[in-house]
DNA sequence: AACCGATTCAACCGCGGAATG
DNA sequence: CCATTCCGCGGTTGAATCGGT
């Protein structure tokens, strides 16, 4: 026989939202088999799901260790960075954040940062402007604080969002049964060997969370003449030797005619996120 | 209270690379 | 190698929800 054994077929195939009947059956069953070999799990379980719907389910809301809700500043801030750095590798910046899954950050950044950003680049071109009339008087910093609110960046999770949260809790520690952490184990289940296949080419460190936060080092002003207009090919690049800090230091100098540097736009999300701009360095 | 546009986010789709025989 | 299938990723969609009028 030739390749692989077909895919469960599409006939009959369920679309749709999850039932939490459905989450049960799903979790259950990788609860004894662990994660993987997707294509077994609607022919073992009987799930009307294709195995795609079953993999998306466990690894963006079933699996332990997923954080919803907000995002801290601290996250805007490495998202804003690795963006900048990798392009929409969503897979890539989520890996650093072992928590957030690479659908969240990818929606997070199209409903949020991408719009933050646009405001931003408007009030960076706007100083420039006025700047280079000389009208005006306004600091950076208040033009950047332009007074940015999300009505629903506080929002309550649904009903059933919290729902597949216990299902989640349910699962805490079985996969690591002995003495591990409970972060310990999030970062063991992101980094086993079919969570860095996800990352394909891509192997980037997995960080503590001082680590994580240690790549954010505000307010530093140094900037370069350098050229931030990386591709993904250049990102990638810097990838294949481990190098995404050394790139990551780069773009901190980094500064072109276009694109403010990273250091204002990291300023701004604090501010934004109602942390004091001139309060104690958090790093 | 009812309508309507805007927003969010869970889920789907299509593609490309990896894996397999 | 080649054909076939699996798997994971990124882009997109659309139902649910919110806020304003």
Known sequence: MMGRPPCCDKVGIKKGPWTPEEDIILVSYIQQHGPGNWRLVPINTGLMRCSKSCRLRWTNYLRPGIKRGNFTYTEEAIIVHLQSLLGNRWAAIASYLPQRTDNDIKNYWNTHLKKKLRRFQASVDCYMNSKSSGSSSSTSHELLSSGYQNPRHHQIPSAYASSTENISRLLQGWMMKSKITQ????????????????????????????????????????????????????????????????????????????????????????????????????F
Do not use: H
Not at 199 to 204: E, I, L, M, T
Not at 211 to 222: H, K
Not at 242 to 270: H, R, Y
């Open 183 to 282: 972060e310990d184990e999030v970062q063991s289940i992101i980094m086993s060997d079919r969570y860095k296949a996800s990352s394909s080419s891509f192997a980037p460190p997995v960080l503590s969370n001082e680590e994580l936060e240690s790549l954010i080092p505000l307010g530093n002003g140094s900037s370069s003449s350098s050229n931030n207009n990386n591709t993904n090919d250049d990102n990638n690049n810097n990838n294949n030797n481990g190098g995404c800090i050394g790139a990551w230091e780069k773009s901190q100098c980094t500064v072109d005619n276009q694109n403010p540097p990273l250091f204002m736009l990291e300023k701004w999300l604090l501010d934004e996120s109602g942390v004091p701009a001139d309060s104690t360095p958090l």
